[in-house]
């Protein structure tokens, strides 16, 4: 296996010109991480019941160095460096909070009787460590309520760490969730979720090992816990801002911010203790208006909005802000000041990327032009630790005008592969291209570098000195990447390239515990994509479908290469009738029984030609996990 390389001394004056540009040397950031410390466990070590660590500090031990390593940019290295500060801290009278136990943090209310809990973090057994903390420092008792901030993974996944089965089954824990919760946690990652997951392997460094020249941080958090998920439904749903609830004792203000940095989130406010909580919508760096794993675009001027309207309805009042990430700040001005600079990083890549679409530019060109004005790049608080303003500047073009800048050259472009051929004809064949792209390197012009050579790869993969020359220039770019995910992104496609990994030998169905979970309307949906089209052709197809565990039933029909389904809708003469459980429904698409195997098992029941659901079945594309992303 070949390993990572040194940086080069291109890389190194990258560093040190942007030591020059960042903010003002503070420890500002590490005081406020610090304050309120209580207590932690040995090096945040949690492990799994089979004794597996789920969550470490011990591998990020390296960072404890002051001095960057050549090999990370020193901004990240400062970000990474506090995302370490791990434990139990108390916030103000009646709230606490665990901080890097996980991607991130779980917020505890004090309550007359137990705890309310914010947030429980993505995995059961890092919730549990958390409680488990909190209740040997403040007391053993239980807990009476759960608050969802939003529908993103690491904000519900690991309730049943707080909650048991019987508390859960009993019902009567209040769990608080803003309005679509439900329908977004499962539905934002189904549809296109194979190519997601297989791309957030590369935004979050998660093969990659940790070290100087390896994951070093995501930015948001250290990384993400490797536990058991679960998702158990609220059962109050919050839909209005100024919605008051006296929750075990402890008043809370709702205001709802409905498509901000989640399609279902809400920030709240404790009158009690002055304290206001901004969910996700505020963090100490530049969040994500476009994920790079892949996502639909987050809507920067509804953020930017709701912040303001946060600071209207709670600023004058707030002695505290903490957030579901990073740590907290205390006193009404600063909080308001930091509230204030938050609002407007979103709205001026918003306002500025669209002055300079309007004057022309393509987005390609406004990333490379848009810079923060002065007294919102001086705070360390605005820097792209996680989104950056090259790739949120484009969301913000992608939201308004889509992919297509224009310019009807990009319109109708060549594919990677044939592309790439024509280019390395062009260029004189693959030895000249490299002739040039290893000058350009030695110059430290590794974006070019990156361009150039992207072609050879794409024209020929087996050529080994392409794909290692591209490994060395994507590896620099990512040693000077001040954004986690970017460096991840980098990093792990140099691994790619150096070490192609030999075909899967089975497909990795990634979502099969998913499609489980999901309701008819979206299981149905999910299949749909999975259809192949060409493969389908002209057959036609009626299948009158019953769930019999869920009395649901759908006309599932094929026609025009498409798969429709229709609730309560049944076809007179139909191919086939089929009335089987959701999870023979599931397990037959999965491949994992056949048809003839459910009808044995009486978990099926079939009147016409059962052939046809095989035939349906046969149909449908698995897809592999492991598709290859920096090679054709
Ligand atoms: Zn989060």
Request: glycine share 8%; with cysteine.
């Amino acid at each position: 296996m070949q390993g990572p390389k040194d940086a080069t001394e291109a890389t190194c004056r990258a560093h040190a010109h942007l030591r020059e540009h960042l903010p003002k040397a503070s420890d500002e950031d590490f005081e406020l991480s610090k304050r309120g410390f209580i207590a932690t466990i040995p090096d945040a070590r949690i492990l799994n019941d089979a004794g597996h660590a789920v969550w470490e500090m011990t591998s990020f031990a390296f960072e404890a160095e002051a001095t960057p390593p050549d090999t990370v940019n020193p901004s990240l290295w400062r970000q990474a460096k506090l995302n370490m500060i791990h434990g139990l801290f108390k916030v103000t009278e009646r709230i606490y909070q665990v901080r890097n136990f996980d991607l991130s943090n779980i917020t505890f209310i004090e309550g007359d009787k137990g705890y309310i809990v914010i947030d429980p973090l993505i995995s059961s057994e890092t919730a549990r460590a958390s409680l488990d903390l909190m209740r040997k420092h403040r007391g053993d008792k239980p807990v009476t309520a759960v608050i969802y901030t939003h529908s993103h993974v690491d904000h519900y996944g690991g309730v049943k760490g707080v909650l048991s089965d019987e508390e859960i089954a009993r019902g009567d824990v209040r769990i608080l969730a803003p309005e679509g919760f439900l329908e977004e946690a499962v539905s934002e990652n189904v549809l296109a979720g194979n190519a997601m997951g297989r791309r957030a392997t590369y935004m979050y460094g998660a093969l990659l090992p940790r070290g100087p020249k390896g994951h070093v941080d995501a930015g948001l958090g250290k990384t993400v816990s490797l536990g058991q998920v679960s998702l158990v439904p609220p059962n109050e749903i919050i839909s209005e801002t100024g919605t008051k609830l006296v929750v075990d004792g402890v008043e809370i203000i709702f205001q709802m911010t409905p498509d901000t940095e989640a399609p279902a989130e809400m920030n709240f406010y404790f009158p009690q203790m002055k304290a206001l909580c901004m969910a996700e919508n505020c963090s100490c760096h530049m969040h994500n208006i476009y994920t790079p794993r892949g996502a639909q675009v987050r809507d920067a001027k509804s953020w930017s909005y709701y912040i303001n309207e946060a600071i209207d309805l709670f600023g004058a009042d707030t002695e505290v802000l903490f957030a579901s990430h990073h740590w907290p700040r205390w006193g009404s001005d600063v909080a308001v000041e930091f509230l204030k600079k938050q609002r407007d990083m979103y709205k001026y890549v918003h306002d500025q990327t669209l002055r300079f679409a309007n004057h022309g530019l393509t987005p390609t060109e406004i990333a490379e032009e848009i810079t923060l004005p002065p007294s919102l790049a001086r705070e360390w608080y605005t820097r792209g630790y996680y989104g950056t303003l090259n790739h949120n500047a484009k969301a913000v073009y992608q939201r308004y005008l889509g992919w297509f800048d224009g310019n009807p050259a990009n319109l109708h472009k060549l594919p990677p592969v044939e592309a790439g051929k024509r280019y390395v004809e062009l260029a004189g064949g693959a030895d000249n291209l490299l002739k040039h792209a290893r000058a350009a390197f030695d110059k430290g012009e590794y974006r070019w570098v990156a361009e150039i050579v992207n072609h050879l790869v794409f024209a020929d993969p087996s050529n080994a000195d392409a794909r290692h020359l591209q490994a060395d220039a994507l590896e620099q770019m990512g040693y000077q990447a001040e954004s986690g995910p970017w460096r991840g992104f980098y990093l792990t496609a140099a691994m790619e390239l150096r070490n192609p990994r030999p075909p899967s030998a089975t497909p990795r169905t990634g979502a099969a515990g998913q499609l489980r979970a999901l309701p008819a309307e979206q299981l149905l949906d999910a299949l749909s994509v999975r259809l192949n089209g060409p493969k389908a052709g002209e057959r036609r197809m009626a299948l009158n479908l019953e769930f019999t565990d869920t009395k649901e039933r759908y006309l599932l029909s094929l026609e025009n290469a498409v798969l429709h389904h229709v609730k309560n809708k049944t076809e007179a003469k139909p191919d086939a009738s089929i009335a089987i459980t959701r999870a023979g429904f599931v397990d037959l698409l999965l491949g994992e029984k056949t048809l003839d195997a459910l009808v044995a098992a009486k978990s099926a029941k079939v009147e016409g030609n059962g052939g046809a659901l095989t035939e349906l079945v046969g149909l449908l594309d698995q897809f592999d996990f492991w598709f290859e992303i920096v090679m054709p």
